[in-house]
């Protein structure tokens, strides 16, 4: 990785220092149209913060480059399959290319559909293209948001591009969904099926939201024109105002960065915009592209041909819907069928729950997410260095038990194939996820805080003792040790970088506060118990300068006889009296607002 | 270490931010950055002019694939096929994505070669700043936003400001109502003409449902099932055929009378074994088509609901909540399945306003 040596504002310093250049042949010959168009918009002014604005990099940092680059990818191919695409329930009868269907009446969106795969040239590659990239902007934003969370992007001054992050994701869900029934194929079909019982569902005023969405009794003749419409424009313009927000704060906050040396919270250390990550940016794009393309024209998907126009009376084994909705899906299918049949009402609990409640549940945790951390910590610090996982164990922990529930409703939304495929018994399957779905998720977080405090340790273990170096001694009482080489400076300083926050104990009563407010105050402190009180404390100063001393005084062994008593810094002993060994910390904290983080 | 990398690292003024984060939380000090270590294309040129060569080959391969491209899309007769190995497709598609898809990467990947081998890879230090604005700049704003809301004169004449919002928010009303045509409203009378009817009716012939032959009871074995439809959705098309569709498919099932229980509520809704029943689950609606012939369960093979046809239809797993409504049938004088009336209950997945006391439960009789 290259080294900095350079800074921003040593720049007017270097060019007073070297003679005018003169211009290339390029900056000749766009002399003239720039310079009419800088007298008209004032390029120069506006394009100078950001030409050489620096940019931090780690591979992921590409995550999110990947979805604004699938979404491009759609915008394109769309506009293509747009001009071939008639959305339109008209029935007609086929009488194209593909033999098998001949004959057969169809919907007009169907045929079409039919004619862009068999008729246009490249047709096909678009339409899979398209579909490939809708996967794949999903994916890559799941993946993108799994980042900011596990590494603290999402503080302040983060949260609200975070909200528009997960608005992102939602409007995306809908988007695919919408962009999936647009050929009204029996899948697709079957989809708007399960979305007419859905919306069905809904408390009070479900069968009229049904008539309002599709126009009247399903399937109607209108929902493929207006699913269109949600589709090609509203859907997109309200992705594209969020892509716009989400990276004009990108710009303004300037990128988080990870721990190292010369990198602190006050600076952002990188490539400059031009002309490093015009090309590894612009480049990306091309491989992305590149990437998707070649899935079109390699990799199937979605063969619309194969199960024939959408017919309500129809269905195939093993229907599944994209993967991105694989954890409705899932949720509906492992649901207990509770419905309650109140006088001459029904409430169908069995969909409601499942189908909007697990959506709304998911969507709604991930957004209030930051809000209840930063609840707990009172953290009103700026953060511009990300966090390592394991730094913070229990927000880790969370993160992992959220993707482990999310997993098991979507093997529950493949819960036959599961059956089928394993030769296990479906009701197995289904029983076993309805408390799995619970459980699991207890599990993994218990795990994960596990791993990251272990891993947390070993950190400790290098900034104490330095590193293991393989070389065993055998000191002259027949003892064996290891070796250890003091770690550098640099990675010393990286690994020390991030912040902690004190297990803070319960507030004493207290003349100034009402008793709400001291119940408040005690309830986020026993979150903060909860959150820190297992977290290791990074070692201070003094105990670096001790566990140098020691280091030096032994030369390097003693470790594997004595090193893990007496020092001070086993940090892990028994673990249980972990609270004892000077490695955490419950500090009685002030009494209000003024809960400093613990140093 | 540069004295300007020294006081970058120490944050000395540059930015606003370092207040928030007292020195004393870091046990060990930061050692600014580290030295630039130089690639093998800035001290080698032979390397780099090997780079160079690279990233230009890759970019001199695009104009070839784009032209083959151009041939591709031209020249390959659309009805050729690749069958090798793993692919089977249809040769232009795949030549029109591989030459496209490849050209696309060569870019991409020359570019990036680009940058990372020969383009200058200094790091660069920027210094953030608070996202919050400065005093000056708030207490800017702040002022003239008070002299301007006095200068509007909206804090003498507190009508004007009232009516306003009164005024536009009584422009939600314009933008509901305009929303209330979306569809027809489902009032009591409506959803008994649609969702909560089909065009079963006493004395139509059950018909197999692609064929539109009349079932004839005789010709059904213990065991079988028939997919089915009334026969007069034959008279429908369109819009009307899709919705019938959904509502009005059946399923016909003989199973042996011994076999299977039949309350006595519903002994004469069938002819020796055979059974009707609407085959739209009654969960979300999909089409239940799985039928285990020996246990008499049928399968929804969207979420898994079952339902015991030797049973009245009951659910014994899955999400589903409601017993399948059941089609009471008979024979014609010819030996033809016909319906004895429309089904009893609405068929399909709940709605609110569904009265589902009439629906067949455990123990009913």
């Known amino acids: 990785m290259a080294r900095p040596a350079a800074t921003v504002s040593d720049a007017p310093a270097v060019q007073a220092a070297t003679p005018k250049q003169e211009l290339g042949p390029v900056f000749k010959l766009a002399a003239k149209p720039a310079d009419y168009i800088d007298q008209r918009v004032g390029v120069a002014k506006l394009s100078r913060p950001f030409i050489r604005k620096v940019f931090p990099d780690h591979w992921s940092f590409l995550l999110g480059e990947v979805a604004l680059y699938s979404f491009v990818v759609l915008l394109l191919t769309g506009v293509f399959l747009t001009i071939w695409y008639k959305p339109s329930m008209a029935e007609v009868e086929y009488d194209g290319t593909y033999q098998l269907l001949r004959g057969l009446t169809m919907s007009q969106s169907y045929e079409s559909s039919l004619q862009l795969s068999f008729d246009i040239r490249g047709g096909l590659l678009v339409r899979q293209i398209h579909h490939w990239s809708a996967m794949l902007f999903l994916a890559a934003m799941l993946a993108h948001m799994l980042r900011v969370f596990f590494t603290g992007a999402f503080r302040k001054p983060r949260e609200l591009n975070y909200l528009l992050g997960v608005g992102l994701i939602l409007t995306g869900l809908i988007e695919g969904f919408a962009g999936y029934s647009l050929p009204d194929d029996l899948l697709s079909g079957t989809g708007l099926r399960f979305v007419d019982g859905l919306i069905r569902a809904i408390p009070l005023i479900g069968t009229w939201a049904e008539f309002f969405v599709f126009g009247g009794e399903f399937p109607g003749d209108i929902i493929v ?370 809960a400093v983080p613990s140093q | 270490m540069t004295d300007l990398e020294r006081s970058a690292s120490a944050g000395d003024g540059h930015s606003d931010l370092d207040v928030l984060h007292p020195e004393s939380q870091y046990p060990v000090a930061d050692p600014g950055h580290p030295e630039h270590l130089p690639r093998l294309t800035d001290v080698d040129e032979a390397a780099a002019d090997r780079a160079t060569r690279q990233v230009a080959t890759m970019f001199a391969l695009v104009p070839v694939l784009a032209i083959g491209f151009a041939v591709a899309y031209f020249a390959v007769p659309r009805t050729m096929f690749i069958d090798f190995a793993f692919l089977h497709v249809n040769l232009q598609h795949f030549l029109l994505g591989s030459t496209a898809g490849l050209a696309l990467l060569l870019i991409g990947v020359g570019a990036v070669q680009w940058a990372r081998q020969l383009m200058d890879d200094h790091e660069m230090v920027d210094y953030r700043h608070s996202a919050t604005s400065d005093r000056d700049d708030r207490e800017y704003v702040v002022t003239e936003l008070q002299k301007g809301t006095e200068e509007s004169k909206i804090t003498r004449r507190k009508v004007l400001g009232r009516s306003l919002i009164g005024a536009l928010a009584a422009m939600g009303i314009p933008l509901v109502v305009s929303f209330a045509d979306l569809g027809p409203w489902p009032t009591k009378k409506r959803r008994a003409a649609t969702i909560e009817t089909t065009i079963w009716h006493e004395g139509v012939r059950l018909v197999n449902d692609i064929t539109y032959v009349p079932i004839k009871a005789s010709d059904l074995e213990i065991g079988q099932l028939v997919n089915g439809q009334p026969e007069n959705i034959q008279e429908l098309e369109g819009t009307e055929l899709q919705q019938a569709k959904a509502k009005s498919s059946i399923i016909v099932v003989r199973m042996d009378p011994r076999t299977v229980q039949i309350p006595a509520s519903r002994q004469d809704w069938q002819v020796g074994g055979i059974l009707c029943y609407s085959k739209i689950c009654t969960h979300v609606g999909c089409p239940i088509s799985l039928w285990e012939q020996q246990t008499h369960h049928l399968l929804c093979p969207c979420h898994q609901s079952t339902f015991d046809l030797g049973n009245s239809g009951l659910v014994i797993f899955g999400p589903a909540a409601r017993a399948l409504p059941q089609l009471p049938i008979t024979v014609d004088a010819e030996g033809y399945l016909v319906a004895r009336s429309g089904f009893t209950v609405p068929v399909g997945p709940s709605y609110f306003e569904r009265d589902s006391r009439d629906d067949f439960k455990e123990g009913d009789n």
């Open chain 1, 225 to 594: 024109a207006r699913l269109y419409m949600v589709h090609i424009l509203l859907l997109p313009a309200i992705i594209l105002g969020l892509i716009a927000a989400h990276l004009a704060l990108v710009v303004y906050l300037k990128h988080t960065q990870f721990a190292g040396p010369g990198r602190n919270e006050t600076n952002v250390v990188g490539y400059p915009i031009f002309p490093v990550y015009m090309a590894k940016a612009g480049g990306f794009f091309f491989i992305v592209f590149g990437v998707l393309v070649l899935m079109g024209g390699l990799m199937q998907i979605n063969p619309i041909w194969t199960y024939g126009p959408y017919n309500p009376a129809q269905v195939t084994a093993g229907s599944q819907p994209d993967w991105y909705m694989g954890f409705v899906e899932g949720a509906i299918r492992i649901m207990p069928n509770w419905e309650s049949h109140i006088g001459g009402t029904t409430w169908s609990w069995n969909v409601a729950i499942p189908g909007l409640g697990v959506m709304g549940l998911f969507f709604g945790l991930m957004a209030a997410y930051p809000f209840l951390e930063a609840w707990v910590t009172k953290d009103k610090a700026e953060h511009h260095i990300l966090e390592r996982p394991r730094n913070n164990p229990t927000r880790t922990g969370f993160g992992v038990a959220a993707m482990t529930a999310y997993g098991m409703l979507w093997i529950g939304g493949g819960n036959d194939l599961v059956a089928t495929q394993f030769h296990v018994s479906l009701n197995a399957v289904t029983y076993i996820l309805r408390v799995a779905v619970f459980v699991a998720p207890v599990l993994a977080f218990m795990i994960t805080k596990r791993i990251c405090i272990g891993l947390q340790r070993s950190d400790e273990e290098r900034l104490l003792h330095g590193a293991e170096t393989g070389i065993i001694e055998r000191d002259p009482s027949g003892a064996y040790s290891e070796r250890h080489a003091p770690i550098s400076q640099g990675e010393a300083w990286t690994l020390t970088q991030h912040r902690q926050y004190a297990a803070l104990m319960p507030a004493e009563s207290d003349p100034d506060l009402t008793d709400g407010q001291l119940q408040r105050e005690n309830l986020r402190r026993r979150a903060s118990r909860f959150y820190f009180i297992d977290t290791l404390r990074k070692p201070t100063r003094a105990e670096l300068e001790a566990a140098q001393h020691h280091g030096d005084g032994h030369d390097g062994h003693g470790e594997i006889e004595s090193g893990h008593n007496g020092n001070g810094h086993n940090g892990n002993g028994d673990g249980r009296s972990g609270n004892a060994d000077g490695h955490h910390s419950i500090e009685a904290g002030e009494k209000t607002s003024g």
